[in-house]
């Protein structure tokens, strides 16, 4: 093995790059906390990337691998096939998504498949029902929906596209609903909701109405920088949707089986998408997972087609991994049984609430916001023109590196501080974050 990582290029990094992390080698996992190679034991404030939800070396998770690897390892669901842990799984996934009215679920390996599902089952939808030139997606500025072609091409952030161009034809952006920073200079929640919607309708009647096939966005965005729209937002969006018959596509990949404090993100928001994409905390990241989930009107429509354009044209040999399968249904009763999305909201608001206690004050704090456990510290060079510090000079990564010291591990993502620890995390926990990120700002934020 190469100490050095000669042979090993990471991902969403410049392999030369002088801020990569790569001091940072984890070669253990217990409960909220993970070891590293120097054998300290370190909170796991980022829940290995927004999916170790049940936490760390989970007995129960392990048990569920170990006994389906003793029965069957594997075997594909290709054409009719099935095993009964995607049954069971299947079965369970409907059962948690009923009151969004799901109807049928896709398997695959994880969020980035998840969302090429979405997309494609999205334009196959409109072809079985004889409207094939709905083929536009319009999605949000700062989503993030993975990095295959579909995922990333409704990608908002530039730098997950310029590199790999030209994407997929028929991708349009629209504003993120992000009352700190919007075009508009809007500071009413109320108010954004409504610009936002009234700008996804404009683009839809700009597109023509009977060319968009999906509106798709996080509920809650992640990767963007945690931001969470406001309360009539969905709602609202959802109305527009509606009136157009364009789908709405919950990329729900983060939010997705308790991190935003609900059951999924939208629910949040009292609102239930056509489709939706899981990954990450629907087993935790025991072994990768991905499902697309459809409601009655997709599935009716695909179903309903008598022409071969009805056919699934589209699966992964790994669509239904039994191993994967049955590490999520162990996962899945955890979090229905210990109640994971509400120990999220009280473990979020509480550490939400100590951090802006604690970091208000320093000067590059420009805003802390977040619901559930997902949270993000947004960093400025000046508190009243809200301008972002300089995402290349590593300020991010020395506080991170501070925090560490102090036995924590947060995400310096450009111009901000992630938090997404698993869902078990407790005030024990949360103080220590708090804590170590203090430190950090006080030695590095003067
Ligand atoms: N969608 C969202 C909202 C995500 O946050 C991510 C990953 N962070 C993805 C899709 C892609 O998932 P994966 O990395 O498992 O392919």
């Known amino acids: 093995m190469s100490e050095n990582k000669q042979t090993l290029w990471n991902p969403m990094v410049h392999p030369g790059d002088p801020n990569a992390r790569n001091h940072i080698q984890i070669v253990k996992g217990d409960g909220n906390y993970v070891q590293n190679r120097e054998g300290n034991w370190l909170v796991d404030g980022v829940g290995g990337l927004w999916n170790v939800n049940a936490g760390h070396n989970r007995s129960e998770i392990k048990d569920a691998i170990k006994a389906q690897l003793d029965e069957l390892e594997y075997f594909q669901i290709f054409d009719g ?4 842990r995607v049954l069971e799984l299947s079965d369970m996934i409907i059962e948690m998504t009923k009151p ?6 896709m398997f695959s390996s994880g969020g980035s498949d998840a969302v090429e599902t979405a997309l494609k089952v999205a334009r196959q939808y409109w072809k079985a029902i004889g409207q094939s030139q709905r083929y536009k997606y319009i999605s949000l500025k700062q989503g993030y929906h993975g990095v295959h072609f579909g995922g990333a091409s409704v990608n908002g952030n530039t730098v997950f596209r310029t590199n790999y161009e030209p994407m997929l034809p028929g991708c349009v952006h629209i504003d993120t609903p992000w009352l700190y920073r919007n075009p508009w200079n809007c500071e009413n929640p109320e108010e954004l909701g409504h610009l936002c919607a009234k700008q996804l309708e404009a ?6 109405p009977d060319t968009v096939a999906a509106f798709i966005a996080e509920p809650i965005q992640g990767a963007g920088g945690v931001i969470v729209p406001p309360a009539n937002y969905w709602p609202l969006i ?3 949707c509606d009136k157009y018959g364009v789908l709405l596509i919950a990329d729900e990949v983060v939010t997705g089986f308790g991190r935003s404090g609900n059951m999924f993100g939208v629910r949040g928001w009292g609102v239930a998408a056509d489709i939706q994409c899981f990954a990450k905390g629907i087993n935790s990241g025991y072994i990768p997972l991905g499902a697309t989930v459809i409601n009655e009107r997709v599935a009716q429509g695909i179903e309903n087609c008598q022409s071969f354009t009805g056919a699934l044209m589209h699966g992964y040999t790994y669509s239904g991994h039994p191993v994967a399968c049955a590490a999520a249904i162990a996962n899945l009763k955890i979090v229905q049984d210990e109640d994971l999305p509400a120990n999220a909201a009280v473990q979020g608001q509480d550490m939400l609430t100590k951090l802006t206690n604690a970091l208000s004050d320093f000067p590059s704090v420009g805003e802390l916001r977040g619901m559930g456990l997902m949270l993000a510290i947004d960093l400025v060079t000046d508190k009243t ?18 925090a560490m010291r102090e036995g924590v591990i947060v995400r310096p993502v450009g111009t901000k ?12 926990e949360v103080d220590k974050i708090v804590y170590a990120l203090q ?7 003067r």
Request: glycine share 8%; no cysteine; charged share 20%.
């Open 81 to 84: 096939i099935s095993h009964p």
């Open 100 to 105: 969004e009215g799901m109807a049928k679920v």
């Open 203 to 208: 683009e839809i009647l700009f597109q023509g």
């Open 238 to 240: 959802r109305a527009v």
């Open 385 to 402: 023109t809200r301008e972002p510090i300089d995402p290349m000079s590593g300020f991010a990564n020395k506080i991170a590196a501070v």
């Open 417 to 428: 501080i992630i938090l997404s620890p698993p869902l078990t995390i407790g005030t024990e």
């Open 439 to 445: 430190k950090g700002f006080s030695e590095i934020d």
